[in-house]
């Protein structure tokens, strides 16, 4: 099947400072990718849909200013955070269509910041 | 995309077959019906899906009601490992549309 790697799978940062999530197509291109969120024992909440050579389209309430996201080639998106607050702190996930209509999810990224 | 109805959490054994109902009675005639489950501190993974016949495949088998109204994913022979946030989610397959989790079901499969 399909594969999606994101990298790192676990960050730890000081508050004010940036971070860069990489999400990865492996053996597939992804013209669309999303970014989700998920809080502890809650559910994935998505935060933006990453086009391929176009501007993310961000979801009500998500500030694009704080979470950047390039999606430069077919095969890599990126989420970076800036000005992380330990508010921010969550954990973060990518996903990307596959052949068909199925999605495929990295594994995720835990961001604790101090 | 339909708004769907899980139980928040179910028991299983070891080895028996693991039931996992949901309600989704105001589907639209081309919408889907998927699985996903997410295993502790893991992305989701697809399970499944399909839009009236059952389905199955070697991780599962999906049956849906004939007014599709509701469905039911089936583990034939839980283990431990089966242990799991179970989404069911329902959208019409159309490129480019995420999925929209809800609640889902924590599975525990005990011994």
């Known amino acids: 099947g399909a594969v999606v790697s994101q990298h790192p799978s676990w960050v730890i940062c000081k508050s004010g400072t940036s971070v860069k999530i990489e999400c990865r197509s492996l053996?597939?291109?992804?013209?669309?990718m999303f970014w989700y969120r998920q809080f502890p024992k809650q559910s994935l909440m998505l935060m933006a849909t990453?086009?391929?050579?176009?501007?993310?389209?961000?979801e009500q309430g998500v500030e694009k200013d704080k979470f950047l996201i390039n999606h430069a080639s077919l095969t890599l998106s990126t989420l970076t955070v800036t000005s992380a607050h330990p508010e921010d702190s969550s954990f973060y996930i990518c996903?990307?269509?596959?052949?068909?209509?199925?999605?495929?999810f990295g594994s995720g990224t835990q961001l604790s910041v101090l | 995309d339909a708004k769907t109805t899980q139980p928040t959490s179910m028991d299983c054994a070891e080895g028996r077959a693991a039931n996992l109902p949901c309600n989704h009675s105001?589907?639209?005639?081309?919408?889907?019906v998927y699985w996903y489950r997410q295993i502790h501190s893991q992305g989701p993974q697809y399970i499944i899906h399909?839009?009236?016949n059952n389905e199955t495949n070697e991780m599962a088998s999906l049956i849906i009601t004939e007014d599709r109204k509701s469905s039911t994913l089936i583990l034939p022979h839980a283990t431990l490992r089966d242990t799991a946030v179970y989404y069911c989610?329902?959208?019409?397959?159309?490129?480019?549309?995420?999925?929209?989790f809800g609640g889902g079901t924590r599975l525990m499969v005990k011994p």
């Open positions: 996903s990307a269509r596959g052949t068909g209509e199925k999605l495929f």
């Open positions: 053996d597939f291109q992804a013209t669309t």
């Open positions: 990453s086009n391929e050579g176009s501007k993310a389209t961000y």
């Open positions: 105001t589907i639209s005639g081309n919408e889907y």
């Open positions: 399909g839009l009236k």
């Open positions: 989610i329902v959208r019409v397959e159309d490129a480019g549309n995420m999925l929209t």
